[in-house]
């Protein structure tokens, strides 16, 4: 490179801060995204994989000589909690070098910066966290998501427990926002294909015996179980049902979706299911283009199970800059029109909310001590069956 | 709702009072002895199905027999908690006699959290639930929608005879005796030739003791322990102590079904959710307390412990 078309980028870096003025030809503009989410803390690892993800979006359209623009990703640490969230959120929103982003893991963070992008205008693609409130809570055009919601998990559950022949459910979920939203959520799905629910129970997150709950639920005859929380509870739920000789089947949602559940439960977690939005890398459509180019960046960590969500999501807003140029409102207006867009996570259609309709959400059930996708078990090949089938 | 129910309820209300009276009966113990509230016990619970599985796995390895395997995990838990609950009592609540009683309750109320916070910290993946072997089979008797455990009856006969024993030392053996004494006027006792703080640590052993022993009772009803499930049973195992008449053996054990009733009442015939449950059982708790203050078995029986 010259000196003369380096420090001609330097007077375009330079011309960004105070507004364009002159383009010089030999040069392309720059182009800040942001990313945000958790770099420190519990949650970093998924931070850190969705980072990573993102910054190969960025890497792999910079090697391509046809782009209009370079793209630069800034990164920021959103901790997981919320307070910092909207701190880094203002922070981003307000520097008018950047763009759009990349934005959030935690759905507490996630739901508590909507606001401040919608302020600062300031369009924003959630790559990883999954409470519903987070786009459908408003109607605010700057918010978008690439990953799917527990609306998306419970439609994807309903449909496929009527396939597999349940008619009849009995409901437990913790009263968390958590919780409560997977009763509702699943409610509503059961009464709109027509099955019943023979009784809804609400309990509390530490709650130690259900004997009582269940006695009752034993005197319903459900077919299923459907538990909506987490882990500890989940196992407590299936030990006693088992005391008690319930013989549903039982049906989690993602908050079981761990080791833990199976090793609290040992042989009694077999033929449990639950489901989650997302799916193994190897499973989605770009998923092996995806893990090779990851590997090939040897980044330190993986990209966990939302990595590919931030690659799709920042590669997205890249796509949509070179189409509309870098203009916060023109972005927005483009965004509002995708549509059966191909990414390496399927298909992206926003509906008016922002959310995308086609999420991929992946059916597991426990099957030797495991959690097995249920295309690849015993379970869907008809050689285990599900209870009272 | 047909008898095949109700009999199931009976039952599952029966094995919760159970454990609930034998937390109740050591905070009973202590009061009655020391006028203490000794707020660590729940944890102490936690430490005996803790110390129990540990237990186990220890000598899983060695021998088969589900028998042998049951009464190493008993002994385990119940010895490890006798030391635990002496050098509590050795330790941190004598020291602490002739200062104000709101020191040793908060002095007892932290040592549960180290507690607790030891065992989620340094047990193996503490933080999560543990499995809890069935030790006692799973054998079952099922008529209509009513399935009796076969578990389920051992645990219960297991308890009363714990209770049995626990009024048969009270009420006819010397160390009883000493302990009523203690209970009944320290000076007096003091005066008479008891140790006192021997009787005192051995009161702090036997309480702990009956801890370690509901402890282990969770871990072989639920099949399943984790390091919080003492915080609400010592709560609970306090209130159904303060109901029955605190420094009463009996209120306590009474106060431990009662409370077990009235959650199960609280679950199932109230138009509420289930989530309310604790709330009506301690609310009722609460109307009690300010009808009987001095709980439903309370000082006017005056012969404490």
């Known amino acids: 490179m010259s000196m003369q078309s380096r420090s001609a980028r330097w007077i375009a870096i330079a011309a960004l801060g105070v507004g364009a003025f002159a383009r010089p030809s030999s040069a392309k503009d720059t182009v800040k995204i942001a990313f945000i989410g958790p770099l420190t803390g519990g949650n970093s690892a998924v931070g850190i ?83 519903p409130d987070i786009t459908y809570g408003h109607k605010f055009p700057e918010i978008h998501r690439v990953n799917g919601t527990m609306i998306n998990q419970n439609d994807t559950a309903t449909s496929f427990m009527f396939d597999q022949g349940y008619r009849k459910w009995a409901v437990i979920h913790d009263t968390t926002d958590y919780g409560k939203g997977h009763n509702k959520y699943f409610s509503e799905d059961v009464k709109k294909l027509g099955g019943q629910i023979s009784g809804t129970f609400g309990v509390t997150a530490d709650q130690q015996d259900f004997t009582a709950e269940l006695t009752q639920i034993k005197s319903q005859r459900p077919q299923a179980l459907y538990f909506g929380g987490l882990t500890p509870i989940g196992v407590r739920i299936r030990q006693q049902m088992d005391k008690l000789g319930i013989d549903a089947q039982f049906q989690g949602t993602s908050g079981i979706l761990s080791d833990d559940f199976i090793k609290g439960l040992g042989t009694l977690a077999e033929g449990s299911l639950a489901f989650r939005e997302g799916a193994p890398i190897e499973k989605l459509p770009g998923g092996k283009f995806f893990a090779e180019k990851y590997a090939e960046q040897k980044y330190g960590g993986a990209p966990e199970a939302y990595g590919p969500f931030a690659f799709a999501a920042a590669d997205l807003l890249i796509a949509t800059v070179e189409k509309v140029g870098p203009d916060r409102k023109k972005i927005i207006a483009e965004l509002a029109k995708v549509k059966d867009k191909d990414s390496i996570v399927g298909k992206i259609t926003f509906d008016d909310h922002g959310q995308n309709t086609v999420a991929v959400i992946t059916k597991y059930v426990v099957q030797d001590g495991k959690w097995v996708p249920w295309e690849d078990s015993e379970y869907a090949n008809g050689r285990r069956k599900l209870k009272g089938k | 709702m047909n008898i095949g129910l109700l009999g199931q309820y009976v039952i599952n209300g029966m094995m ?55 009464a190493a995990a008993l002994i385990g838990a119940a010895a490890s908690m006798a030391v635990l609950g002496a050098l509590i009592g050795r330790g941190l609540v004598l020291p602490l006699r002739s200062a104000p009683a709101l020191n ?16 989620r910290l340094f047990f193996p993946n503490g933080s999560q639930p543990q499995r809890f072997p069935a030790l006692l089979g799973a054998r079952a008797l099922g008529i209509g929608s009513f399935t009796l455990r076969l578990d389920n009856v051992l645990l219960l006969g297991m308890g009363t005879l714990l209770i049995a024993g626990m009024h048969l030392l009270i009420a006819r053996t010397r160390l009883g005796l ?32 009956l801890a370690a022993f509901a402890g282990v009772m969770h871990g072989l009803y639920y099949n399943e322990i984790n390091f919080g499930m003492g915080l609400l049973l010592g709560a609970i195992g306090f209130s159904a102590a303060v109901i029955g008449g605190l420094g009463n053996l009996y209120g306590a054990i009474l106060g431990g079904f009662l409370f077990a009733g009235l959650q199960t009442v609280g679950a199932v015939a109230l138009p509420l959710p289930s989530a309310y449950r604790d709330v009506f059982a301690f609310g009722v708790v609460i109307l009690l307390m300010t009808w009987r203050p001095t709980g439903l078995i309370g000082e006017r029986a005056s012969e404490r412990v």
């Not at chain 1, 046809?66 to 880094?88: A, M, S």
């Not at chain 1, 990349?102 to 508590?112: D, G, K, P, W």
């Not at chain 2, 908060?106 to 607790?116: F, H, N, P, S, W």
């Open chain 2, 104 to 119: 040793t309750l908060l002095l007892t109320l932290m040592v549960g959290t180290v507690l607790r916070e030891g065992i």
């Open chain 2, 16 to 70: 919760l009072g159970m454990m609930y009276a034998l937390v109740a009966v050591g905070f009973s113990l202590f009061f009655g002895v020391l006028d203490v509230i000794q707020f660590s016990h729940g944890d102490v619970v936690t430490g005996g199905a803790f110390a129990g599985l540990a237990v186990y796995l220890a000598v899983s390895r060695m021998i088969e027999s589900p028998l042998l395997l049951l």
């Open chain 2, 178 to 209: 000493a302990i009523r004494a203690v209970a009944q006027d320290e000076e007096t006792a003091r005066t008479s030739g008891i140790p006192f703080n021997r009787v005192v640590l051995l009161t702090f052993a036997i309480g702990s003791v």
């Open chain 1, 49 to 131: 994989g969705g980072r990573n993800s993102a910054d190969l979006a960025v890497k792999l359209r910079n090697a391509d000589p046809h782009l209009r623009y370079r793209y630069e990703l800034i990164v920021l640490d959103d901790e997981c909690k919320p307070d910092t969230g909207v701190q880094v959120a203002t922070k981003a929103a307000a520097d008018k070098s950047i763009v759009a982003g990349v934005t959030h893991y935690c759905s507490v963070v996630a739901v508590a910066t909507v606001d401040t992008f919608h302020k600062l205008g300031l369009p924003t693609v959630v790559w990883g966290a999954v409470l």
